[in-house]
Nanobody, 125 residues
Framework: QVHLVESGGGLAQAGGSLRLSCVGS????????VGWFRQTPGKLREFVAR????????YYADFVKGRFTVTRDNAKNTGYLEMNKLEPDDAATYYC??????????????????WGQGTQVTVSS
């Protein structure tokens, strides 16, 4: 069983930055990939970024390329999503998720086994 807890959400101005954190527990953090998704009311949860278990490969949704960076520190059992140049459309609840099977470039919610509770990001224009 993996338990994930996100933090770091809040209010940012358009053009500003936030860094989200995702702390994992329950199983060794370096045994699973970490993904980030976001969701707004009435919409499906959408893929944002993913980092493989050793941090050697990352994948991004087209709409965040060049603005968001996904990293991890396995020694701290923590994954990060650095969000820069925020836009009003980035406002959402952000979730981190664990992929124990390490699918690779896998971007569907069904590829992930465990989820955090989410952290809210608000962007003012």
């Amino acid at each position: 069983q993996v338990h994930l807890v996100e933090s770091g959400g809040g209010l940012a101005q358009a053009g500003g930055s936030l860094r989200l954190s995702c702390v994992g527990s329950g199983r060794p953090f370096n045994t699973y990939a970490v993904g980030w998704f976001r969701q707004t009311p009435g919409k499906l949860r959408e893929f944002v970024a993913r980092i493989e278990r050793l941090g050697d490969r990352t994948y991004y949704a087209d709409f965040v390329k060049g603005r968001f960076t996904v990293t991890r520190d396995n020694a701290k059992n923590t994954g990060y999503l650095e969000m820069n140049k925020l836009e009003p459309d980035d406002a959402a609840t952000y979730y981190c998720a664990a992929d124990e099977r390490n699918w690779g470039d896998a971007r569907y919610s069904s590829h992930f086994d465990y989820w955090g509770q989410g952290t809210q990001v608000t962007v003012s224009s």
